[in-house]
C-alpha cells in the first residue's frame, strides 16, 4: 500500500522552529520530486516547497525563502521540512507529496500524484 505519512505538527510560538516529517511506504522516494504545500483556515491549498530529483535544486514559495528549508533522506526513505523563525500565518494544515511537478530554474511548482493526510502546524503565543 502506497502511503506517505507526515508527523511533527504541532503549536508553536512565533519565532519558533518546527520539523515535519513524512515518511514513505510501499514506494521509494528516490526518483521522484517531493514537495510540501500547505492550506490555511479558510484558503485554498497553496505550494509551499519542492526538491526536483534530477539536481537537487529547490524551490520555496517568497513568504518562506530564507525560514524553510526542505530535504530527503533517501536511506530513510523519508522527507523533511525544516521551519525557523516560524510567522502566525504560516498556519495551517502542511501536506507532503511525492512526484510533484518541480522546476525551480523557472519557479514552476505542481501538485503531486502521491500525497500524505496533512499535519496541523499552529503559530501562536
Known amino acids: 500500500q502506497v502511503q506517505l505519512v507526515e508527523s511533527g505538527g504541532g503549536l508553536v510560538q512565533p519565532g519558533g522552529s518546527l520539523r515535519l516529517s513524512c515518511a514513505a511506504s510501499?514506494?521509494?522516494?528516490?526518483?521522484?520530486?517531493i514537495g510540501w504545500f500547505r492550506q490555511a483556515p479558510g484558503k485554498e491549498r497553496e505550494k509551499v516547497s519542492c526538491?526536483?530529483?534530477?539536481?537537487?535544486?529547490?524551490y520555496y514559495v517568497d513568504s518562506v525563502k530564507g525560514r524553510f528549508t526542505i530535504s530527503r533522506d533517501n536511506a530513510k526513505n523519508t522527507m523533511y521540512l525544516q521551519m525557523d523563525i516560524m510567522k502566525p500565518e504560516d498556519t495551517g494544515v502542511y501536506y507532503c507529496?511525492?512526484?510533484?511537478?518541480?522546476?525551480?530554474?523557472?519557479?514552476?511548482?505542481?501538485?503531486?500524484?502521491?500525497w500524505g493526510q496533512g499535519t496541523q502546524v499552529t503559530v501562536s503565543s
Open positions: 526538491l526536483s530529483d534530477s539536481d537537487g535544486s529547490t
Open positions: 507529496a511525492a512526484d510533484v511537478i518541480c522546476i525551480p530554474g523557472i519557479q514552476v511548482m505542481g501538485g503531486g500524484d502521491y
Open positions: 510501499g514506494f521509494t522516494l528516490d526518483g521522484y520530486n
